[in-house]
């Protein structure tokens, strides 16, 4: 790293993060000018969303803001800026992490199936095409099918809700099921795999 | 425990398996992964590049806005029950203002052998009309809006205020927009003109496709290409081109109220058609600072309070005052250094 550069930065933020402390807004958006875009860089890499990487940007600088009371101009606001981002993207990233594991599952059993669970694969275009199929269901059975693994609703739960028994609920759940595998099967894995030098562990 | 740094190397590349997945998910959710995790995020913080991928403006805007609604208010009883109230009648009001929406003057006129309609859009409301081409017509405050009944003719209108056209393409017909001062030239395309009569600027802004803008003495001849404004300042007689990001100049037809470093005395021209008010600006200093910010479904008092936060004034509403005939006058503000 170069010295006289990291200095040179310690050195410019040092006075703004101090006016930024007195409630400085100008210093506020200095700040933001100059840190928004490498913190948004950095949380698209692992939120591998524009919209998610620009909630992460809002919610650091509303922090700073909101704690800039107890800023301390003597040390690396880098140093700062990267702790509060750590936490928020891993906020962000289990919870997307959560509401996709059912759309994972499914691309888990397809791959365990084909023996590549170790091969670098077009993940993206995979779990869009889960989407897609989820989607393409029958109404009512797509309905039931977002209530008990989007929302989490117990078969009983759907049942009395919908007004039908709870055998068809599973019957209709089952279906679903069958259905996405059966769609994902058509996809022609080999196109989806990436020619990589790093495959195996 | 430690991570494995390829696989989260891999995931970050894009290039990664379902069981590098996994394990980068495990990474983030198991608490004894933490430390070894972030110490890998750490170095990853200080080699991600800085280059803008993105404009954040925006996302400024909005962080100023919320810094704004969450900070502490005292409220007494009295401006409790006041805001209760006020709330009921914004509820009252909005009918009303959707019919006030309607209340253009519509009229047909005759010259020579054209018949021509007008409208004028005067409220609050921002209105949209589709000509008898198809072009759609977007129109801000206290715009006026004139276009001939046929358009079998020629497709000539006449705008004094702003307008945001998206003009039907028809054969190598053309579509004049014209004003007091200038006329533009089109054949199917996407744009923004700005010509309040009264203002001692025209200006035009594309979006898409191509434009010819003229004046009637025939000494000014320029073509646009997107993301171009020209400006035509009227007493000075002098036109200027400029590369501006045109969505900013269309945002008001979203109900938007946005202001793109502008001086304050630009701002406050929007701010008084916008919300049919009286604007003055006592110190000639703040009349040339400029100002940024995006507001949308903001009361006055909202957006003021909001531009006293970074910018060095302070502002004062008066009482309105009642005219001879009953009527209310409109809200006069002042605004000065702080």
């Given at each position: 790293m170069g010295h006289t550069l990291s200095n040179h930065t310690k050195h410019t933020d040092f006075y703004a993060v101090k006016s930024l402390k007195r409630g400085d807004a100008k210093a506020f958006d200095n700040?933001?000018?100059?840190?928004?875009?490498?913190?948004?860089?950095?949380?698209?890499?692992?939120?591998?969303?524009?919209?998610?990487?620009?909630?992460?940007?809002?919610?650091?600088?509303?922090?700073?803001?909101?704690?800039?009371?107890?800023?301390?101009?003597?040390?690396?606001f880098n140093a700062y800026i990267f702790t509060i981002a750590y936490n928020i993207i891993k906020k962000h990233f289990n919870k997307k992490a959560k509401s996709d594991a059912f759309k994972n599952d499914q691309i888990h059993t397809l791959l365990k199936e084909e023996n590549a669970l170790d091969k670098a694969i077009d993940y993206k275009f995979l779990l869009e095409k889960v989407e897609l199929i989820i989607d393409s269901l029958p109404?009512?059975?797509?309905?039931?099918?977002i209530k008990r693994k989007y929302h989490g609703l117990s078969l009983k739960q759907i049942a009395s809700e919908?007004?039908?028994?709870?055998?068809?609920?599973?019957?209709?759940?089952?279906?679903?099921?069958?259905?996405?595998?059966k769609e994902l099967k058509k996809e022609k894995l080999a196109g989806l795999l990436f020619f990589s030098l790093f495959i195996s562990i | 425990m430690e991570i494995i740094k390829n696989k989260i190397k891999r995931f970050v590349s894009g290039k990664f398996s379902v069981s590098d997945l996994l394990s980068v998910e495990k990474y983030f959710r198991e608490h004894n992964f933490d430390d070894?995790?972030?110490?890998?995020?750490?170095?990853?913080?200080?080699?991600?590049?800085?280059?803008?991928s993105k404009s954040l403006g925006h996302v400024l805007d909005k962080i100023h806005h919320k810094i704004a609604l969450n900070r502490p208010v005292k409220i007494n009883p009295l401006r409790n029950l006041y805001r209760g109230f006020s709330r009921?009648?914004?509820?009252?009001i909005i009918p009303l203002l959707i019919y006030l929406a309607w209340d253009f003057q519509d009229k047909h006129l005759i010259e020579g052998q054209v018949e021509y309609a007008e409208l004028v859009s005067r409220t609050g409301v921002i209105t949209s009309i589709k000509l008898p081409d198809g072009s759609k017509v977007w129109l801000n405050n206290f715009t006026k809006l004139r276009y001939p009944l046929d358009f079998s003719e020629s497709r000539e209108v006449y705008v004094d205020g702003e307008a945001y056209f998206e003009v039907a393409h028809r054969n190598n017909d053309c579509f004049i927009v014209k004003t007091e001062d200038l006329s533009v030239e089109v054949l199917g395309t996407k744009f923004n003109v700005i010509a309040y009569k009264e203002d001692q600027k025209v200006s035009v802004v594309l979006s898409e496709g191509k434009v010819k803008v003229m004046n009637d003495a025939g000494s000014i001849s320029e073509t646009l290409k997107p993301n171009e404004k020209f400006s035509l300042d009227k007493l000075a007689r002098t036109a200027t081109l400029e590369n501006v990001i045109s969505e900013d100049y269309f945002a008001w037809?979203?109900?938007?109220?946005?202001?793109?470093?502008?001086?304050?005395?630009?701002?406050?021209k929007k701010m008084e058609r916008w919300y049919n008010v009286d604007i003055e600006i006592l110190s000639d200093d703040l009349k040339i600072r400029n100002y940024r910010g995006t507001f949308k479904n903001e009361p006055i008092e909202e957006v003021l309070r909001l531009m006293a936060l970074t910018t060095p004034m302070k502002y004062t509403i008066n009482e309105r005052e009642i005219t001879d005939d009953n009527?209310?006058?409109?809200?006069k503000i002042t605004i000065e250094r702080r």
């Open positions: 700040l933001f000018n100059k840190y928004s875009q490498h913190l948004y860089n950095f949380s698209l890499k692992y939120l591998k969303s524009g919209e998610e990487a620009e909630e992460v940007v809002q919610e650091v600088f509303l922090y700073i803001w909101e704690k800039k009371g107890g800023l301390k101009p003597d040390t690396s109404e009512r059975r797509k309905e039931i099918f919908l007004n039908i028994s709870p055998n068809t609920v599973e019957n209709q759940l089952s279906a679903a099921q069958k259905h996405i595998q | 070894s995790l972030r110490n890998h995020l750490q170095e990853d913080w200080n080699t991600t590049n800085k280059i803008a009921i009648a914004a509820i009252l037809r979203g109900g938007y109220l946005k202001f793109r470093e502008e001086p304050l005395s630009e701002v406050v009527g209310y006058e409109k809200k």
